[in-house]
């Protein structure tokens, strides 16, 4: 199984939908979570952390789910400028180490 | 503050050349990161250092060398380049603990 798994998409929505991205991890000692948008041929960029059980930002809320070992992205009210790929990143303490997933790609349609 | 910078940004390399990434953060950040990241593929540890004088490999570290130079400063090198190193790589820094990773804008990498 590997570390962390998300669906590659592209998940293609119109503006002002809701989507939702889950990520899945293999590593329960995993302790924090990380959301990155990465646009194309740039770097990723911090959307979100994730301490607890969740976090709300805006349009953006990450739900974490420690027993089945998933954290979850939700987008409500998507812009065109959504548009990007969206990097799960959970982080074992002790560790000095990211794991990323290979990302979810959202496309954001006019 | 720029944050984190590399350079160059983009390079062309003869196999068998060598060659030396450059990163440096001005937020003084005890740790830095390299990355490579592949199409298809999450970001990959190559290196990274957890604090001024010290480095420790990380998932995919083989035909890499990294020095520490100083507290903002965090180099990688290529002693022999092959068209398998061909990619993006990224430096990032953090402070302590589960912080967040800031990353540089990348440097595109092509070994012909």
């Known amino acids: 199984r590997k570390e962390v798994e998300q669906d590659p998409g592209p998940f293609n929505v119109p503006e002002g939908a809701t989507v939702a991205f889950n990520c899945t991890y293999s590593?329960?000692?995993?302790?924090?979570f990380f959301w990155y948008r990465q646009d194309c041929r740039k770097e990723p960029k911090l959307l979100m952390s994730v301490y607890s059980s969740g976090n709300e930002d805006g349009r953006f809320t990450a739900q974490l789910n420690r027993a089945s070992q998933y954290i979850s992205l939700l987008i409500r009210d998507s812009k065109l400028s959504d548009s990007a790929t969206y990097l799960c990143v959970p982080f074992t303490s002790g560790t000095y180490k990211y794991i990323f997933g290979t990302g979810t790609r959202l496309k954001v349609l006019a | 503050n720029a944050g984190v910078t590399q350079t160059p940004k983009f390079q062309v390399l003869k196999t068998g050349q060598s060659m030396t990434l450059q990163c440096a953060q001005d937020?003084?950040?005890?740790?830095m990161y390299w990355y490579r990241q592949d199409p298809g593929m999450g970001l990959r540890l190559i290196y990274y250092s957890a604090s001024e004088g010290t480095t420790d490999k990380g998932e995919v570290p083989n035909g890499y060398n990294v020095s520490r130079l100083n507290k903002r400063e965090f180099s990688l090198r290529l002693e022999s380049a092959a068209p398998s190193q061909t990619s993006v790589y990224f430096c990032?820094?953090?402070?302590?603990?589960?912080?967040?990773?800031?990353f540089g804008p990348g440097t595109r990498l092509t070994v012909l």
């Open positions: 937020m003084n950040h005890n740790s």
């Open positions: 990032a820094s953090k402070e302590k603990g589960p912080d967040t990773q800031y």
């Open positions: 590593n329960s000692a995993s302790q924090s």
